[in-house]
């Protein structure tokens, strides 16, 4: 049927535009999933279902949720809109594996041997800010009773230290909580503007000093020197813009 009143090739774009990006997403949920599966495999020779990845959504601060079974009670759409950076739990992975998105920012992922529970963080420069290094060790102590003294602490890769480049004002923030974090930046002028003043930023520095006050041993304590910025291999905000892919990391409990 036509109409004289009616454009129909405006309604026919539009509904392939919608049609094309439903499509768009539904390949890239795809293979996402199929991703993610075979990251689990790589965790465990267990079938593990994608259904049992929790997440949550992610607002930069130093809130944990403790994952137990009152929280795997909720609808996973409830789960995935709750606001946390940080994930606590001593479920089994076949019930629970812990998941956290970051595109530059490292992610933390802490483990107590002796009462078998684990974390996992989202460690970007604001969420270090907020004291989630503190924050999570201290909920691993207090909700599991786990021997600070014996946690073991790795750093997935990240914005590298030679190429992630911060202002003053981030620099300041830092060391106005505690001078020794003085360690994790180095000024340059490649590019700042006259009057500025640039700098270097080691997060890996910033988490470690951290793992160390509380008490953690340097033994005990492990970051990966690859840098999101600098390697294809990795998703990066500062290198691809909003056009970038998303990093993806995982930890669970092999009972």
């Known amino acids: 049927i036509q109409s004289d009143n009616t454009d129909t090739s405006l309604r026919v774009t539009s509904d392939k535009e919608r049609f094309d990006e439903q499509s768009n997403k539904s390949e890239q949920k ?148 505690n001078p020794k974090f003085a360690q994790a930046f180095k000024e340059t002028n490649s590019q700042a503007k006259e009057g500025e003043r640039k700098f270097l930023f080691d997060l890996n520095k910033i988490i470690e000093l951290e793992v160390l006050r509380a008490g953690i041993k340097p033994e005990a304590f492990e970051a990966s020197r690859l840098s999101s910025i600098d390697s294809d291999f990795f998703a990066s905000q500062r290198r691809q813009g909003d056009s970038r892919s998303t990093n993806v990391s995982l930890a669970g409990l092999l009972k």
């Open 30 to 177: 795809l293979h996402a999933g199929l991703a993610l599966a075979r990251m689990l495999r790589a965790i465990s020779p267990r079938h593990i279902d994608t259904s049992v990845i929790v997440k949550t959504a992610l607002v930069h601060g130093k809130k944990i949720i403790k994952v137990d079974d009152n929280y795997l009670k909720m609808e996973k759409g409830e789960q995935a809109h709750l606001e946390a950076d940080g994930l606590v739990t001593n479920l089994p992975v076949d019930k629970v594996v812990l998941m956290t998105l970051n595109a530059d920012c490292p992610s933390l992922t802490i483990f107590a041997p002796d009462v078998n529970a684990i974390g996992l963080a989202h460690c970007g420069w604001k969420v270090l800010k907020a004291g989630m290094v503190r924050e999570i060790i201290k909920t691993i102590h207090a909700e599991y009773g786990a021997d600070i003294s014996s946690l073991q602490v790795s750093v997935s890769p990240g914005a590298g230290e030679i190429e992630y480049e911060v202002g003053e004002n981030v620099y300041n923030e830092f060391l106005s909580q």
